[in-house]
């Protein structure tokens, strides 16, 4: 009997596992598929890998601008996913030897949660947890009523990490991360047309508007087309092509991607007679990830909002979940506003905290000053127009950073202290940047917004910028 047993090896599975185990906790982890989950083999990762051979060849196709005369003599599907495959495998050798060198059993093989509420059934075995039994079976693809999944002209994120060909003309349905990025990476790789359909009023929709609008403008620019605001009716496939109608257009595709988001894996593992599945299938916790069957927790995909189906959303359960089991240190309630938001489109987007109309909404008072990669160095030599957005409390602290441009991803790490911190938009105008950097402009965006810019013209919004405009500060 060990400790621990984990039901599912995703993100969230594993971070519990490792962190028990790291405490000498015995644990045992069941695992349908491979560990690593979503993430590593059909999310985060094979996406990434591939979405990095986009941006190499977004970067020959830039290299006139730079002086180099270099072409693309060709595409090799097999190629690209043989180099995706060496990342995954990569990464699942050295997570399968992390588990295995803290002591960790994984068990191969799909578990039901038996009437006992501590106990996991794989076949004819049965697992029973000595101290606290964790839910981590993720989510799976969320369909879309009425429209068929084939698995070849209209598919899923399932099929699209695995590449089996590049579209030529494809239709995205949903603009979450997951459509926008494959969106951007099929255009990448060459699809003569793409277009990205979402039935709310802008796309990116979860996104602060600002970085809506700058985005459909980039993709206008990379002949990514957006429709917002449209509704999906009806998906017909004929041989290899599929005719889809939203609103009042049509468009046919020989690829359709449904990217409608993602649901709950709780069906056929016992979790209804625990009590603690909600009517979406969502499992209900507590701050503490606690869920109302005594010694059982949730984490990962599994939770409805405000957790986020995000991979370090996962992460951070799974510590939560092991320091609480383990009853010591200092666990702390996790606080989704302070996780940060990413979309690996180019240009990327990233966020942490709260958007400008959500700031309003709560009712503060707020600033919102924005810097342009057009006024920093390397964003010139990256040839970007994005920015970074940041929403203040009038006179106040930081509540929100947006950025879209070049590795947004990684620039919002260093918001995420400035934001969970608390931090005066003139304490951060206080750190020294390095020069130069894409991160410099974090430095200039806090300068312009504590009221001391140093690159940039500080503007009125109600005025239209003009010439070299890179900070604009709107109150209200
Ligand atoms: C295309 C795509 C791109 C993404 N990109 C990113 C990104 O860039 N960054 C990011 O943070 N997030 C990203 N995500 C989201 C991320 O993959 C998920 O949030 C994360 O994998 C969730 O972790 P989890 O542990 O809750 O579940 P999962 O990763 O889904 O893992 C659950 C595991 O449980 C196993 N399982 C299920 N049922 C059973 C059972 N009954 N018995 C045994 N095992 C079972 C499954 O086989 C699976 O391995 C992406 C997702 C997709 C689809």
Redesign the pocket.
């Known amino acids: 009997m060990s400790d621990i047993v984990v ?8 971070a519990v596992a490792l962190r028990a185990a790291g405490r000498g906790q015995s644990v045992t982890v ?10 590593l ?4 990762i ?3 890998a591939m979405l990095y051979v986009g941006g190499l060849l977004d970067q020959v196709r830039d290299s006139s601008r730079v002086g180099l005369d270099l072409d693309i003599n060709g595409v090799s599907v097999d190629g690209i996913n043989d180099f995706r495959e060496k990342v995954q495998n990569n990464l699942y050798r050295g997570l399968t030897s992390l588990m295995k060198g803290k002591g960790i059993e994984v068990v191969d ?4 949660v038996a009437d006992d509420g501590r106990t996991v059934l ?1 076949d004819e075995q049965r697992y029973t947890a000595a101290s606290a039994l964790v839910l ?6 969320r369909s879309l009523p009425g429209v068929d999944v084939d698995g070849k002209v209209v598919i899923t ?2 099929d ?2 695995r590449l089996p060909r590049i579209p030529r003309r494809a239709l995205v349905i949903g603009s979450g ?2 459509g926008l ?2 969106a951007s990476l099929w255009r990448s790789l060459g699809a003569e047309e793409v277009t990205v359909v979402e039935a709310l009023d802008r796309i990116a929709p979860l996104e602060d508007p600002d970085l809506s609008k700058h985005l459909v403008r980039n993709y206008r620019k990379r002949g990514i087309t957006t429709v917002a605001g449209a509704t999906v009716d009806s998906v017909k496939v004929e041989g290899e092509a599929a005719m889809v109608r939203f609103g009042e257009q049509e468009a046919t595709a020989d690829t359709v991607l449904v990217a409608v988001g ?1 649901s709950p ?1 709780t069906e ?2 016992g979790f209804e007679q625990l009590g603690v599945v909600d009517e979406r299938g969502y499992v209900h916790v507590d701050e503490w990830c606690r869920t109302a069957a005594d010694g059982v927790y949730a ?4 939770l409805p909002p405000p957790s986020l ?6 992460f951070a359960e799974g510590f939560l979940v092991a320091d609480v089991i383990a009853g010591d240190g200092d666990p702390q309630p996790i606080d989704y506003a302070q996780v940060p938001r ?1 979309t ?1 489109t180019s240009p990327e987007v990233a966020s942490v905290g709260l958007t400008q109309p959500q700031a309003v909404e709560k009712g503060f008072d707020v600033a919102a000053t924005q810097y342009s990669f057009r006024g920093n160095a390397k964003g010139i030599i990256h040839d970007s127009d994005g920015f970074v957005k940041v929403v203040t409390e009038k006179d106040g602290e930081v509540l929100g950073v947006h950025v879209i441009g070049p590795h947004a991803t990684d620039l919002i790490a260093e918001a995420q202290l400035i934001t969970a911190w608390g931090a005066l938009p003139s304490e951060v105008a206080a750190l020294v940047h390095p020069h130069p950097t894409l991160a410099e402009a974090m430095g200039e965006a806090h300068l312009a917004a504590a009221g001391t810019p140093f690159h940039a013209h500080a503007k009125r919004a109600d005025k239209p910028p003009h010439g070299m405009v890179n900070a604009v500060r709107r109150y209200g």
């Open positions: 039901l599912g090896g995703g993100p969230g599975g594993y069941i695992e349908a598929d491979k560990v690593g989950g979503t993430c083999h059909l999310g985060c094979p996406s990434k093989g799909h578990g039901t794989v981590a079976t993720g989510s799976r693809v994120s399932d699209a990490t991360a997951v990025e494959f993602r894996r056929g593992v984490v990962g995909d599994l189906a995000l991979a370090h959303a996962g990413v690996y």
